[in-house]
């Protein structure tokens, strides 16, 4: 004699059925982040604040830079709330600010899925590092990458670990302190160097730094060029024979450096089997866009900055007793080199689809 069994017993029967199938073609093919890890080399663009323990004077780990952070606590980032690399992290679905290795209130456990190790101030030059009150040098930045190696290797082992170095998404950053505050600024270079042969200087520094990283097993990297760099609040205070606008030497160079980093990229990814850089080109022009036509991403000022609404403060310069302006999203630059978090937003926005396509 058949069972006859009731509806309501046969719908729970079927959602049961339908949720053991999900689970199973989700066992075989489970859903996961594109990268396992976000790695972040680079100056302050993308310093998640190493210099905060180092002995710099190129510090922001204190009040008014983090105001709109979780917390309001400065993190030693130099903007007024997250830079880049915490919007990249958190859209790939990691970790919603990324850390830096040298703070001590994290550990290895906390840079599985991310872990930064740029420096404000550095370059790609090492003696940019030595100009600007000794910050960590792309060289060193690099030795603490192989450490971070070697200890992750030993909490996750060595096939899970070696799968997060392949798979992981590396990020850079960095260029504008070469010229701004190194070339331009002190003499050493300029005589050694006219600015051409400067550019191609930096450029075979990156390709060397983006070859040993590929040696060392990175497989995904995001480059960033320097951004229109003649625009900054400081350079534009200074050029007082311009009526303050932007410096188009200063420009020109950086579009001249940054195509020169395009074609340096275009080979690498010829030449080094299973390496994928992405020059991210583009930032240029959304900055320069963002900066020459501020309302139409609803900002009002783009000439000056929130920290004291002046020109000149950064770091020390902008401090506890700066008069600040009220809200930060209606300026492009947080301080006179750095953007607000509101920029990095809008930059992040940019890049994340670009980088989720091109390493899917």
Not at 228 to 237: F, S
Not at 344 to 350: A, L, M, R
Request: proline content about 5%; hydrophobic content about 35%.
């Amino acid at each position: 004699m058949a069972h006859r069994y009731s509806p309501l017993f046969l719908c729970v029967l079927e959602r049961l059925l339908l949720v053991f199938l999900l689970y199973f073609l989700n066992a075989i093919n489970p859903t996961r982040c594109e990268v396992p890890a976000v790695i972040v080399f680079g100056d302050s663009s993308v310093d998640a604040g190493n210099n905060n323990v180092i002995s710099t004077l190129l510090k922001s780990n204190f009040q008014p830079y983090g105001r709109d952070f979780d917390g309001g606590r400065p993190t030693g980032r130099f903007s007024n709330g997250k830079i880049p690399p915490d919007y990249i992290s958190q859209a790939f679905g990691l970790k919603p600010n990324v850390p830096a290795y040298l703070d001590p209130n994290y550990g290895i456990a906390d840079f599985v899925t991310g872990v930064c190790f740029a420096s404000a101030g550095t370059g790609y030059d090492n003696a940019t590092s030595d100009v600007l009150q000794n910050v960590i040098p792309l060289r060193k930045e690099l030795e603490y990458y192989m450490d971070y190696q070697s200890k992750l290797r030993a909490y996750v082992g060595d096939q899970r670990g070696n799968k997060i170095i392949s798979e992981a998404l590396y990020l850079m950053s960095l260029g504008t302190n070469d010229f701004l505050e190194n070339y331009y600024t002190f003499p050493t270079r300029r005589s050694q160097f006219n600015v051409k042969q400067y550019q191609d200087f930096l450029v075979e520094l990156s390709r060397s730094f983006i070859t040993e990283l590929y040696k060392m097993g990175a497989r995904k990297i995001s480059l960033t060029g320097v951004p229109p760099m003649g625009c900054l609040p400081l350079e534009r205070a200074t050029n007082f024979m311009d009526h303050h606008a932007c410096v188009r030497e200063y420009n020109d160079v950086a579009l001249e450096f940054n195509g020169k980093l395009d074609a340096m990229v275009g080979q690498l990814n010829k030449e080094l089997e299973g390496l994928k850089v992405v020059f991210t080109r583009d930032v240029y022009g959304l900055v320069l866009d963002m900066i020459t036509k501020p309302s139409s991403y609803g900002f009002e000022v783009a000439g000056m900055s929130c920290c004291a609404t002046g020109t000149f403060e950064m770091g020390y310069l902008c401090n506890r007793h700066s008069i600040t302006c009220e809200d930060a999203n209606k300026y492009v630059f947080w301080d006179a080199f750095h953007p607000s978090e509101r920029t990095n937003q809008i930059v992040s926005s940019h890049l994340i689809p670009i980088l989720k396509s091109e390493f899917k």
